[in-house]
């Protein structure tokens, strides 16, 4: 089975302090990995992905994170966190299936960012 | 920026009334995907299709459930006979297709079954 879980169901940070929001895969093969925010009521928006290559990639609205293979994981980070990047945050792998490559999401992480 | 659009945004039904929510993928995108997410819960994964048919389908996808390209522009999901646990929202996603490209999401169909 292939999958991937987010162990946090709430992060609490201040303004201004550094934030990760973690995130561990299960997959055969290559792992293909993205992480989406959800603010309330829209949609989910891409802010970054790992195909192949550096395992540091930056996204939008200054996040990071970072593939550690040993680890399985792909923990999202951000150095200065801001009021604004309070959301839902959730890390997704593709499975490849006939080309189909079906995002499966995680249960996401609700990030407060207190002011 | 091109966006994949979803209407309505919200939508009230009867238990056992039939529904579509419908969908406008990003133009030159190949693959479209339906996903749900029930309050409070994971982000589900539906259905996608691609080249006018099914390419894959979860176990939540069953009968009840119809998607469909009509016009080579919007992209639907019928849900036949809705039941309370069909109330979620409903996202369309939709993909470029060439590689391990990201999806893009719609902002949702807020289904309220009563």
């Known amino acids: 089975a292939q999958s991937v879980a987010q162990p946090e169901d709430q992060v609490n940070v201040a303004e201004g302090n550094p934030l990760t929001v973690k995130c561990t895969y299960s997959v055969s093969g290559n792992p293909y990995l993205f992480w989406y925010v959800q603010y309330p009521n829209r949609g989910l928006q891409f802010l970054l992905k790992y195909i192949t290559g550096d395992n540091l990639v930056k996204g939008s609205y200054g996040f990071e994170a970072e593939f550690n293979k040993s680890q399985t994981s792909f923990h999202q980070k951000k150095p200065s966190a801001l009021v604004s990047d309070s959301a839902l945050y959730f890390c997704a792998v593709i499975l490849s299936s006939g080309g189909s490559y079906i995002p499966t999401f995680g249960r996401g992480t609700s990030l407060i960012v207190h002011p | 920026e091109p966006e994949v659009t979803q209407t309505p945004s919200h939508q009230v039904t009867q238990m056992g009334q039939e529904v579509i929510l419908r969908c406008v993928p990003i133009?030159?995108?190949?693959?479209f995907y339906w996903y749900r997410q029930i309050l409070g819960q994971k982000v589900e994964f539906l259905v996608s299709?691609?080249?006018?048919?099914?390419?894959?389908k979860s176990e939540i996808f069953d009968d009840q459930f119809s998607v469909e390209r009509p016009d080579g522009s919007n992209f639907t999901l019928k849900i036949r006979s809705t039941k309370l646990e069909d109330s979620a929202m409903y996202f369309c996603a939709s993909r470029v297709g060439q590689g391990v490209t990201e999806a893009f999401f719609g902002q949702g169909t807020r289904l309220t079954v009563v």
């Open positions: 299709f691609y080249n006018n048919e099914i390419s894959e």
């Open positions: 133009s030159n995108h190949l693959y």
